[in-house]
């Protein structure tokens, strides 16, 4: 007896623990092996039982850890998994966010770490919440130690799992506290990382990118973490597919680049993914809805994420939009179709209580007037740009000219750009700061002057207290006062 | 630290205050209206490092400070969020804390079971928040290679100290 997952946070609340996670991400580690599985639970945990015919490294790794009784304590509990959530610290308050995971040595084992551990189990914690969604960055093997390899919630847990198989048998290897070179006992932990890093890519048929295992320090992933747009990789069938490329890199490419673009992108990744796995669940339930979802919003998102970029970045005056969106809707019959399909969606979220609609379009509506639609970011982001897309197609329908249809764009995108939502982070920034992420959205955003000056007077009008954006509204906006509308 | 020649009355550091503390649908939103009275920029670490809520209290602190917690050396040690605050300014920072905090139990449990502790953060009557700063921004120490201490506690200068007394304003968003 010897692996187990803690199944109930015993003496808190529910919900504060998720062995479902550890469960599938025990799952990746054994590439899918069958043989893997879940004893009945006892107490507050189950232990993970194993008849292995996967003749793969991670595999074999985790056979020898569940099926040998390393005789740790007199209970044979000898690793606990406990895969925690961002609410969770360490016993000294330490936040689990600020390391990701960890093994701790059994109690009063003398061992580094031991102290944070009142159990006589060696304990792998891990957070499964991700970083709260923005992800576990590490050194990319080859790069000199940028920060920016992803770390998936199976990876964080079979690199603890590599700790606890040394503590369990005596064979703990030096450690320091030094982030470059990672100590001995890091870097063995990492060198058997990248043996799962290159399971996962031959599943993908992917090549495999490996942690380099000489730098033991992480940072909170600039890009957020590798999923991107769930709803759109499900509708859509792929997550490599056209239009979740396209949304990842107006995501990474067009605001995330500074300080603003990544705090909104953090409210963004917040508040849609309080969402959008329920959508994307309903989906597998009600495959009608695909077309629907795919149609009525991803594709209309996309096309409209296409005209913004293409504008707020310079390359397209107004005669050019009409034309672009004119010849990406070269068939006026599948315009329409997608129109009707653009009204149904509306119309679903719009619908006030009334009979009950089938086939999860009912279900689809309270989510998307219950969670998103409350969201000022989801609402900027990816609700308004649908609205002004299906304005666009209207009126390429009613055979406006190039330039009409042009003007109308452009001027839609100005006035949707200045409503940019405002978040708290513009009053922590210096006066350079906020001169800096000002130029940067005046480049990638706000291209008319009548948009500068709107978001320069609402910004003005939220923070005028900090000292920064008064000043720097009071310079750009002459004769403003930082604080009035 | 260069303030120790300086008068008693003199600006040393870092100042702040707690401006707001409101719970919201997933929390709890601190801000803290921080102030730089020195003639140089100051950085400071921007990031909730670590919480501690004492029940016997109700006290809750809050760390923005890599200072008296431990680093498991078996972990990702995250690197902090840094940022800047100009000479003679201010600026207001945004901290979100959970709505609960999630921990072991104090007590050892020699049966090999893990009990946990939970708190609510709106139960806080007073909050102390540390925040570590200092005229210097973070940069690796070359001479890491061989320490055993926490590289971000050997970066901060000093950390600010606020105390708020009056517990947290609820329901509001």
Known sequence: MTLFIQNDAAGAGAGNLDPNQAAVDLGIIANGDTGLGLAVQVGNRQQVTYVRTDPGVPPTRLDNLVNTNFGVNPQNVDILVLPVLAN???NDGRSILTVGGTALPPSGSALPGAALNNTNSCLVI?????????????????????????????????????HAFRIVTNAQLALTAACN???????????????????????QGQAAVLRDPGIHCGALCAGGTANCCIVASVA????VSEEVAILRAVRDGLLRRSEIGFAFFQSLHRDYYGFSPQVCTLMAEHPALRPLILEGYVRPLVSMLRVIHEYALGNADMEDLGRRF?????????ARSRLELLRAAEDLVRREEGPEVGGGQGDLARILKERAMLSPHVRWALVEPIALYRTALQQYLDNRREEELGEMLADAVDSWAARLPIDEVWAALSAEQVREELDMLEEALLRSDEARASFLRRLGAEFGRATAIALVVAERLPGNGATDE | MSSAQQPPNEPR????????????????????????????????????????????????????????????LTSIPMQPRFRVIDPRSEALITIKLPETIVKLTETPTPTGDARFQEYRTVDATSIEVDIAWAETPYYPDPREASRTENPFTSWEQDSLRISFRGGIQRGAS
Do not use: K, W
């Open chain 1, 236 to 239: 859509t069938g792929s997550p």
């Open chain 1, 326 to 334: 004119i010849s990406a809707h070269p068939r006026a019959e599948e």
């Open chain 2, 13 to 72: 550091g870092l100042e702040g205050s707690v401006e707001s503390m409101v719970e919201v649908e997933d929390g709890v939103n601190l801000v803290v209206r921080l102030r730089n009275p020195l003639d140089r920029a100051l950085h400071y670490i921007s990031d909730v490092r670590g919480m501690i809520f004492d029940p016997t209290t109700n006290r809750l602190q809050v760390r923005l400070s890599e200072r008296g917690l431990q680093t498991p």
């Open chain 1, 181 to 203: 070179p990672s100590s001995p006992e890091e870097n063995a932990a990492i060198i058997d990382e990248n043996d799962l890093r290159n399971q996962i890519a031959a599943v």
């Open chain 1, 88 to 90: 969770f610290t360490l």
């Open chain 1, 126 to 162: 891990y957070d499964t919440s991700q970083n709260n969604g923005d992800g576990y960055c590490t050194a990319r093997a080859g790069t000199g130690g940028t920060l920016d390899l992803q770390t998936p919630n199976p990876v964080i847990l079979y690199h603890e799992l590599s």
